[in-house]
C-alpha cells in the first residue's frame, strides 16, 4: 500500500472508491476506501485492484460500505462458503475450518448459512458428496463403499444411510434404478 492508497484509507476518500479495495488480514473483511470503519493498522492492510481480487483471497465484503455492490454481504459470504465447499466436498469439512478458511467464526457462520441458505452446512455438504455420489453410481462400476470413500464419506454404513436420506433409495438401488433407465432408453433408441 502506497502512502497516497493509505491517506484515502485514513480520510474515508470516496474519489479513490472503484480505484483500489483495501483488506484487513486480521478481520477478513474487505471494503471501499471511503468505508467509514475503524481505522485499521496500516501493515495488516492489503490492497487489491477489484472486489473480486479480494474474495479470491479469501476475504468477505464489508457490511457497511457493501465494496461490492451487488449481492448483500452475507449472501457473498454464504457463495463463499458454499464455493469452497464445492471445491473440497471429498475433504472433511467441519465449522471450523470453513469458519477459518472463510474469515469467520464457527457459531456466525452456522448462522448465517442457515438464515441465507435454509440448510445448515453441514446439510449443504452432505447434498454436494450425495450428488456427486449419484454422479459416480451411474458412470461408474466402483464399489459403494469406494464411492462413499471418494465423496468424503469413508464410513459405508453411515454413506449408505445417509443416501438412503436424500434420495430414498439405498446407493444399490440407485445405481440399478439408473442402469434400467439406460437399458430402456437404449433399447427405444434402436426402435
Known amino acids: 500500500m502506497n502512502d497516497e492508497q493509505w491517506e484515502a484509507v485514513v480520510s474515508n476518500n470516496a474519489e479513490y472508491d472503484g480505484k483500489f479495495f483495501y483488506a484487513v488480514k486480521t478481520t477478513g473483511i474487505f471494503c471501499r476506501p471511503s468505508c467509514k470503519s475503524k481505522e485499521p493498522r496500516r501493515d495488516n492492510v492489503r490492497v487489491y485492484g477489484t472486489a473480486a481480487e479480494a474474495m479470491a483471497e479469501g476475504f468477505r465484503p464489508c457490511k457497511r460500505c457493501r465494496p461490492t455492490g451487488s449481492m448483500l454481504p452475507d449472501e457473498e459470504w454464504v457463495d463463499m462458503i458454499k464455493s469452497y465447499m464445492d471445491r473440497n466436498f471429498q475433504s472433511n469439512l467441519n465449522l471450523s475450518l470453513l469458519a ?6 464457527p457459531f456466525h457462520l452456522h448462522r448465517i448459512f442457515k438464515r441465507v441458505t435454509g440448510l445448515t452446512p453441514m446439510a449443504y455438504a452432505q447434498q454436494v458428496r450425495v450428488a456427486e455420489a449419484k454422479t459416480l453410481l451411474t458412470d461408474s462400476q466402483l464399489p459403494i463403499a469406494e464411492v462413499g470413500g471418494r465423496v468424503g464419506i469413508s464410513n459405508a454404513p453411515y454413506f449408505i444411510t445417509l443416501f438412503k436420506k436424500l434420495t430414498g433409495l439405498t446407493p444399490e438401488a440407485y445405481r440399478r434404478q439408473q442402469q434400467y433407465a439406460k437399458e ?6 434402436e426402435q
Not at 430402456?184 to 433408441?189: F, G, K, L
Open 100 to 105: 477459518e478458511e472463510t474469515h469467520g467464526t
Open 184 to 189: 430402456a432408453e437404449s433399447h427405444d433408441n
